[in-house]
T-cell receptor, first 114, second 111 residues
Framework: NAGVTQTPKFQVLKTGQSMTLQCAQD?????MYWYRQDPGMGLRLIYY???????DKGEVPNGYNVSRLNKREFSLRLESAAPSQTSVYFC?????????????FGQGTRLTVV | SQKIEQNSEALNIQEGKTATLTCNYT??????LQWYRQDPGRGPVFLLL?????KEKRKERLKVTFDTTLKQSLFHITASQPADSATYLC??????????FGGGTRVLVKP
């Protein structure tokens, strides 16, 4: 039972490079989320997808794009990485329609932009 | 603007005592509020959910209260143990299934 799987776990990028963070869930959840977490801080919402085919901006969307490829997969793209995007990125999924509406998180992607 | 605020200062507490954490929210009318635990290097893990019509919820040594008038939730860890040391985050779900977290409070339980 994999839950939420993120790839890669670690990545180092040079300023200006692009990359895509992958996230997949096997719980048939409708909603998926991307957060970033900086040292000593909470989770800040980048983008979310309430259901397949929809995406919306969160608190800190600048510099990022997302794709809800299908119900299982939600990717986060950095088109031109900047040092300010050095962070740990978490993907999460949940099904708000169910009584148990908790979010399940992946193990995180630690990204360093030099 | 919408805000979810938790005490950013770490809470140091002696083993066996009760830890109390606060979550205040502004410009939300949540149907429920959630609490998560996060250990270093890991993603958050769900602990408890409390609905707007519930005043209190318990799970083992954890207790959560929800006051929609004060726009506040309190999270209690009773008979705290060193293994309870972690960061605790509250989360609010807004319209459109947007799930927003507070900044978290780090708890350190000393033996």
């Amino acid at each position: 039972n994999a839950g939420v799987t993120q790839t890669p776990k670690f990545q180092v990028l040079k300023t200006g490079q692009s990359m895509t963070l992958q996230c997949a869930q096997d719980m048939n959840h409708n909603s998926m989320y991307w957060y970033r977490q900086d040292p000593g801080m909470g989770l800040r919402l980048i983008y979310y997808s309430a259901s397949e085919g929809t995406t919306d901006k969160g608190e800190v969307p600048n510099g990022y794009n997302v794709s809800r490829l299908n119900k299982r997969e939600f990717s986060l793209r950095l088109e031109s990485a900047a040092p300010s995007q050095t962070s740990v990125y978490f993907c999460a999924s949940r099904d708000p329609g169910k009584r148990r509406t908790e979010a399940f998180f992946g193990q995180g992607t630690r990204l360093t932009v030099v | 603007s919408q805000k979810i605020e938790q005490n950013s200062e770490a809470l140091n507490i002696q083993e066996g005592k009760t830890a109390t954490l606060t979550c205040n929210y502004t410009n939300y009318s949540p149907a429920y509020l959630q609490w998560y635990r996060q250990d270093p290097g890991r993603g958050p893990v769900f602990l408890l959910l409390i609905r707007e019509n519930e005043k209190e919820k318990r799970k083992e040594r954890l207790k959560v209260t929800f006051d929609t008038t004060l726009k506040q939730s309190l999270f209690h860890i009773t008979a705290s143990q060193p293994a309870d040391s972690a960061t605790y985050l509250c989360a609010v779900a807004a319209a459109g299934n947007k799930l927003t977290f507070g900044g978290g409070t780090r708890v350190l339980v000393k033996p």
